[in-house]
């Protein structure tokens, strides 16, 4: 029987495991891909460090893309052969966060590929192996030739998580500030100024960081937006920096009908002081943002396809560790040089 091979995540703070798997059966719906390149989202990284509790033992990882090797009952035959991306969860697409609200994200059934343990299901449920089986409620996006794998593989978790916070924008929108010049930052960059927004501020506090934002289409602020903009100018505010200390920043630049995203907030450990008065008065609208529904992926791979030449994605990504040296890339990622180091299966 043909094996697959994976890195087992097995406790936080220790190394990968390395491992093998038989390859699944594929049922109706279900879509066998052999991976071809896979990131290290910040969560991820998070996960193995244990700052973040998910089930073990694992296959971790959910940024990635690949070939379609086999595809069951009820799928589109044509995917076979084809490079792909898709979701980062699977949805029922029949609950209420589904069929009414729109939140297929949070669907009550919802299965996150590598957030899953290696019991649920055939077990290669994340991308830090040779294969992965996605499931019938997975959308699964075909990916253009033209597109190289680094500039693909971070799509389905950054990218599309910033096209959906980004779908929503005030009228008119012509100055924002993005707080965190990270993956999330520089995608939020370069999508806010395909979409004509004519000024794009991206603070940090890491200097080399910044030093990309202007080749991602903004203007670098360090600490603080008040260096370039007054309060009350900003149309839109966008948290990614994963704290909550940038809120009453964020609060303050926003103008009268201004809109404030929080995107990067996911630890429980980032409380809001927040007066209501200054919501009230200002009228203004604040939205928080998690996953994705499958129309952002879509729109996110077509945005690469467009404007992908236009930006140097090399910048962000390492080059490729084996999958046998996943405890290195791991390391690497510790060191914060890349956006993202990437793992060839």
Not at 318 to 340: D, G, V, Y
């Amino acid at each position: 029987m043909k094996t697959a091979r994976c890195a087992i995540f097995n406790e936080p703070k220790q190394p990968f495991e390395l491992s093998e798997m038989p390859l699944p059966y594929c049922g109706p719906g279900d879509v066998l891909v052999e991976i071809s390149l896979a990131t290290i989202c910040a969560s991820d990284l998070h996960t193995a460090d244990g700052r973040r509790l998910e089930p073990c033992p694992s296959v971790l990882g959910h940024e990635g893309v690949g070939r379609v090797i086999v595809a069951g009952e009820r799928r589109d035959q044509t995917l076979v052969g084809k490079r792909v991306t898709w979701t980062i969860a699977d949805s029922c697409g029949e609950c209420v966060p589904c069929s009414d609200w729109d939140l297929p994200q949070k669907c009550s059934h919802l299965f996150k590929y590598g957030h899953a343990e290696i019991t649920n299901g055939c077990g290669l449920n994340g991308c830090y192996a040779t294969h992965i089986l996605l499931r019938p409620g997975t959308t699964i996006i075909p990916v253009p030739d033209h597109l190289p794998d680094e500039m693909v593989a971070p799509a389905n978790c950054a990218l599309a998580t910033m096209v959906g916070a980004t779908e929503f924008l005030p009228k008119p929108c012509r100055v924002a500030v993005i707080q965190g010049a990270g993956m999330l930052g520089l995608y939020g960059c370069a999508l806010l100024r395909a979409k004509g927004v004519e000024r794009v501020i991206v603070v940090d506090t890491d200097p080399a960081r910044l030093e990309l934002v202007k080749q991602f289409g903004g203007i670098p602020a360090l600490q603080t937006a008040g260096t370039v903009l007054a309060p009350g100018r900003a149309d839109a505010v966008f948290e990614v920096a994963g704290t909550s200390t940038v809120v009453p920043e964020g609060i303050r630049l926003l103008r009268a009908g201004g809109y404030y995203a929080f995107v990067g907030m996911v630890h429980p450990t980032t409380p809001l002081e927040l007066s209501g008065q200054i919501v009230l008065r200002h009228c203004l609208t604040l939205r928080g943002f998690h996953n994705y529904a499958p129309r952002h992926l879509e729109s996110a791979v077509k945005f690469l396809s467009e404007h992908g030449a236009n930006y140097p994605w090399e910048k962000l990504v390492s080059p490729a560790f084996p999958l046998s040296e996943i405890n290195a890339a791991f390391a690497e990622a510790r060191t914060k040089k890349w956006a993202r180091v990437s793992v060839r299966p």
